[in-house]
């Protein structure tokens, strides 16, 4: 059975290992999935990655939204560790 890893650059969890985590597809609603897109940024990766146009099978797990999940409230992924780097 096929699994999902995570989109984030540096982020390798994925569903096989990480059962608890949830992952989540990228949103219809153009507003959401620019800031998404925005949020999971791949500026400065080089290669087919640098203009990255996610599909249906590309996955954000939980770990990048505020309180570990996709909610109402948090729809918008945040926590980026990479990014400070």
């Known amino acids: 059975m ?12 994925n569903s096989h290992r990480d059962k ?13 999935r620019r800031l998404w897109l925005k949020n999971v940024s791949r500026a400065g990766v080089s290669g087919c990655f640098s203009t990255f146009q996610p599909t249906t099978g590309h996955r954000v797990c939980s770990e990048h939204f505020q309180g570990g999940r996709k909610s109402y409230l948090v729809r918008v992924p945040t926590i980026f560790p990479l990014k400070a780097l």
């Open 2 to 13: 096929p699994g999902f890893t995570c989109c984030v650059p540096g982020c390798y969890n």
């Open 20 to 32: 608890a985590l949830h992952f989540y597809t990228f949103p219809k609603d153009e507003e959401l």
